[in-house]
């Protein structure tokens, strides 16, 4: 077995990287991130990282540099002779732009895996995927977690009582079935069309909503259009409490306005996006899924089973 694994953080989330290390009962790693004044990262690892097994924790959602961060980290720490090097990758961006869907577009979810690899990780640990088959985009192993595990435990606890679990839309089918399973809860149906990027309009309800409490379950949260449009329509066909279980909770533009004016209970997220202050409105509460990413790094450093988490 490798010598004890170090983890460090970049600074798009080092919340959650804290939260994983606590649990893990080990000190983040020391690492130190500059950027010049003409925002140039500049990145050196301040301990001997030769010969080690190294995680690097840190989700790709906006800004850019994100991204960045990333891949310097890497290359720095492959360049420093660690014998392997995991990205830790709690939110995977650029997921959704994971095929040609028009002429002349670029497949960003192969490019942005391209880049991971050859910077220098040796596998890639994230959670929730927008789409499973973007684990085939990379040439290195990928290990993939599932907040429903976290999410689904919660809402059983919570003991909502006539629940019916929700998709937001058809691609979203196969996440509600196993809330719905996990719940054992019947399962409903929102068929939507998107006139264009970021807009939703909401056709047509399957399955039975009528005087039930819902639970719509979804991977992203962005702006959330799709989200309170749903939302609505639920309301209108005679729902009565609507809570909303999401692992990536991004809220960009309008959607804090949006959420806070949705007749929505409650909605319930993960922490694999660190929130601003300001979006932590009364109606979001935040569920770290650092235990589960600590118990899935301790089984990679182990050469241990993944998978058996979620048995």
């Not at 890639?124 to 927008?130: E, G, K, N, P, R």
């Amino acid at each position: 077995m490798l010598p004890n694994p170090i983890l460090f953080s970049g600074n798009a989330n080092n919340g959650i990287a804290v939260k994983i290390a606590q649990y893990m009962e080990v000190p983040l790693g020391d690492v130190e991130i500059r950027h010049f004044s003409d925002d140039e990262i500049w990145i050196k690892y301040k301990q001997n990282i030769r010969g080690a097994d190294v995680f690097i924790i840190q989700p790709t959602n906006s800004p850019a540099q994100n991204i960045l961060e990333l891949l310097i980290m890497l290359d720095a720490a492959h360049r420093a002779s660690a014998e392997r090097i995991t990205a830790v990758i709690p939110y995977f961006g650029y997921a959704r732009q994971d095929r040609k869907d028009q002429p002349r577009v670029s497949i960003t979810a192969k490019l942005v895996a391209n880049l991971i690899a050859t910077a220098g990780a040796d596998r890639v640990l994230t959670m929730d995927l927008h789409a499973p088959q973007i684990q085939g985009f990379f040439d290195i192993p990928v290990d993939h977690l599932y907040s429903s595990t976290i999410l689904s435990d919660h809402f059983k606890a919570m003991k909502v009582p006539e629940l019916t679990v929700v998709s937001p839309d058809i691609g979203g089918i196969t996440l509600a079935r196993a809330y719905a399973k996990r719940l054992h809860a019947p399962l409903a149906i929102i068929d939507k069309r998107r006139p264009k990027h970021n807009e939703a309009e909401i056709m047509n309800i399957i399955g039975e909503v009528d005087g039930r409490n819902i639970l719509i379950v979804d991977d992203i949260v962005d702006t959330a259009g799709t989200l309170c449009n749903a939302a609505a329509a639920l309301k209108e066909n005679g729902a009565r409490k609507i809570y909303v279980a999401c692992t990536h909770a991004l809220f960009s533009g309008q959607a804090i306005e949006r959420i806070a004016k949705a007749p929505i209970t409650k909605i319930k997220v993960t922490d694999t996006v660190e929130l601003a202050k300001e979006k932590l409105i009364d109606k979001i509460e935040v569920l770290t899924a650092s235990h589960l990413f600590g118990e899935a790094i301790k089984r990679t450093h182990g050469d241990e089973s993944i998978s058996s988490l979620f048995d």
